[in-house]
Each structure stands twice: as C-alpha cells, then as structure tokens.
C-alpha cells in the first residue's frame, strides 16, 4: 500500500527536526558529545545523535500504521537494522572493537538474508547467472558488510554520507519502472534525513550522524542494493542498464572509496578499519577548506558519472 505522499513527507520532516533538536539536548546534558582530534574536521561541540533521532521516526511511524494494519514496508527488516544502529550507538560512547563490530554487521546481514535479501544472480557477469545456496548467502552478506562500511567511511564531511544516500535513493526512484516495495520507505528516510542538513551544517551545536546514524542508512542502502540485484527491481526500458553497472553508477562514490582506501591500507600493511585522513573527500577538503563545496564537488562527480553512463547506453 502506498501511503499519502505529502502528509507523510510534512509528518517526518516535522517529526525529525523535532527529534533531532530534542536528543541533541539530551546528549549535551549527559555530556555525550564528539571528542575532537587529530581527525576530527570540526572545532565546535557537536553531538552524534544524528542517527538515533532518524531512527526513531522510521520506528516510530512503523509502529503507528503497523497497529492500524498497513504495511508500509517490511517491519521485520527494522530487527537487522536495529542492531546495527545499536552497535553504532556502542561505538560512539564506548568504541566498540573493531573485530566484535564487522561480526556484528555479519549477524545483521543473515538477518537481513532470513528477511529474503539474496543475492542470487549474478546476470551474467563472468558468465554466471544463478548461484547455489551457500554461494548466493557467502554473496551476499560480503556484500551487505561492504556497503555498510562504506557508508560508514564516507561520514567524516559535513553533508556528504547524508547527500550521497539521499541521491542514491532518488536515483533509486528514479529509474525504478514500478513502484517497489521500498517506495514507503524512500519517502520516509528522505524526509527524516532532510532536517539533518540544517544541524549538520551549523556552526554551533552541530549534529552528526554518528556510528549508530552510518551504520543504519549503510544498512538501509544494502536493502536498495540487494533488491536491485533481485529479479523484482526493473529499471525503466529507456534507461535500462546491466544491474551491475546500475548500482555503481548510483552508488559510485562510496564504492571508489572504499576500495581505493582498503587496498591503500592493505598495500600498506595496515588495518583495513583503522581510521584516518585519507579518503578522496579528505583530500578535496585539504583544497577547498569548506565542507559544502567538498560535498557538492563529489555529489557532482557522482551525478556526473551516473549522466555519462546512461549517454553511453543511449549510444550504444
């Protein structure tokens, strides 16, 4: 069933700045705020309750239409997506071992994989189609553990994580010829995300994601993406492109990255986890010295890549 547009879009953007605003404060009193550092890319006192209070609203709008009967999506992939927000709620106030961390995320995607999230075609790349059981499940949660992290990676610039997820669901939409399953739940985590812009870009009393915040919309793009790669997503015939091919392009930013960072750190015989200032949004912020335009130049880039990939298709 799909809800009433507007008066869910007006509720959540409602719903989320006053969340947001709300556990900001209580962070605050309770002295949960972001320790900077040497990789901090901010000088002001901000909180990373970011996440929590978006979560919050998608629970809390689940809850009240689930008790009225109305499926707006399935309810039980909030169970996978919950234990990852905790997870990152963990990291933010305790730090939480990285090797305890990646186990968590592979629970949440066998979870996610119960919830019927499969990966279980490959559509001819290297000439494989179908993949058995194991395979299709082994796939899978790599791929759901990839794309998590390289959320998660791409949250150290003002804006970016929030823009680079909220054009990939767009983009989603977009090029979708139905409505999918997902379509509820692409209106209610734009909306929620939206109010996050304006605390996330203020000078005082900023509001970050946090772990608990990347590893929850990581979790929600891995659902976009493995439904993607399902026979049930169908892209529009004018724009219709190898799935593959589909996905990087939307999502082209946090793949480049991660993979450019992990074989940087591998080469460099380090851990793939371990934080630090090299990512390519790190490098265009040593240029510009500004979060916004750090932010527009790789939303562009990604945009960029997604026009020159389907000018190829119409070419060809």
Known sequence: MIINTPYIIILCLIASATSIYLTNLIFRKKNLIDKINERSSHTKIATRSGGISVFFIVFSIACIYYFQGIDLFKYSLLVPLSLLLIVGLYDDIYQLDIKLKFIFQIIAAKIFIDNGLLIDNLHGVFGIFELNRITAQALTIFIIVAIVNSINFIDGIDGLALSIVTLFILMFEFFSATTSPLTNLSYIITASLLPLFYFNFKKESKVFLGD????????????????????????????????????????????????????????ERKSPFVADKNHIHHLIFSKTKSHISTTLIIVFINLLVIFLVQTVNLLI
């Not at 993607?228 to 480049?256: A, M």
Request: a positive charge.
């Open 212 to 267: 608990s915040g990347s590893l929850f919309i990581g979790g929600i793009v891995s659902i976009y993406v493995v439904f993607i790669l399902s026979q049930d997503y169908i892209i529009k015939e004018q724009y219709d492109v190898h799935k593959l091919i589909f996905v990087i392009s939307i999502l082209f930013y946090p793949i480049i990255d991660i993979i450019r960072i992990v074989s940087k750190r591998i080469l």
